[in-house]
């Protein structure tokens, strides 16, 4: 039997699918005025910004109105606990794309350093992340929740190659050294990107399962109930 507070959860959570979704769109965009050269798409997506932070108001407002009237417990209150830091999560996902868009500027005012290879890898994985992070908030699934934060390691992977590889073109060339750090902070960005999309996804589990397995909390739970380890 649904309760008129089901109603108000289900709103809450169409808002976020909105504001993740407007999320994606950023990301996307931001990668693709790098790799398009393209500074109408770098500007649209510092425009954009603002509708992301109206959309993590409005999440805000939601969730308060909630906590207060309805003092929920239980899977409801982990329910919209989460929601409030999944919100947060979207919306420095939002800042970073900016970040993203105005490295980008400040790239078009130079000449190509190299191919982009690894910067749309990652942009792929990351975007990935975040949309799977949120099918698994959507569908309730925390198996796929659990797949986003195993691929965490590959981004931090990728972002480390791309930082070594830049390092060797300033050795070679001092001149190249703005051109590079650009691109050394756009593979930062994308990391952080993920990392949000990781954080979501910690959410998501707790959400379902009640566990906490930020910091690897669960694991450290589970060997203390197993008693010390030894060498």
């Known amino acids: ?7 108000e959860l289900n709103a809450l959570k169409h808002k976020l699918l909105e504001m993740a979704g407007h999320v994606e769109e950023a990301v996307a ?7 398009d050269r393209n500074e109408e798409l770098a500007a649209e997506v510092i425009r954009e910004e603002e509708i992301t932070n109206s959309y993590d108001l409005a999440v805000d407002e939601i969730c308060m109105r909630l906590l207060a009237i309805r003092q929920p417990v239980a899977a409801d209150l982990r329910f919209i606990a989460s929601a409030m830091k999944i919100g947060t999560d979207l919306e420095r996902i939002g800042d970073l794309t900016v970040n993203i868009a105005t490295r980008t500027l400040h790239l078009l005012r130079l000449s190509p350093l190299k191919t982009l290879l690894d910067i749309p890898v990652m942009a792929r994985l990351a975007q990935g992340m975040v949309k799977d992070a949120i099918d698994a908030f959507i569908q309730a699934d925390a198996g796929l929740a659990r797949s986003v934060c195993e691929r965490d390691d590959e ?12 390092l060797t073109y300033t050795i070679a060339d001092p001149g190249a050294i703005p051109r590079a750090l650009e691109l050394i902070l756009i593979g930062r960005n994308l990391e952080r990107i993920a990392d949000h999309a990781t954080n ?3 959410d998501v589990i707790y959400i379902l399962k009640g566990q906490i397995i930020k910091h690897h909390f669960d694991k450290k739970q589970d060997s203390r109930k197993d008693g010390p380890r030894k060498c």
């Open 1 to 7: 039997m649904e309760r008129p507070f089901d109603e």
């Open 29 to 35: 965009l931001s990668i693709q005025s790098l790799k």
């Open 155 to 166: 981004v931090d992977h990728l972002n480390e190659q791309l930082f070594r590889e830049l």
């Open 200 to 202: 979501i996804s910690e």
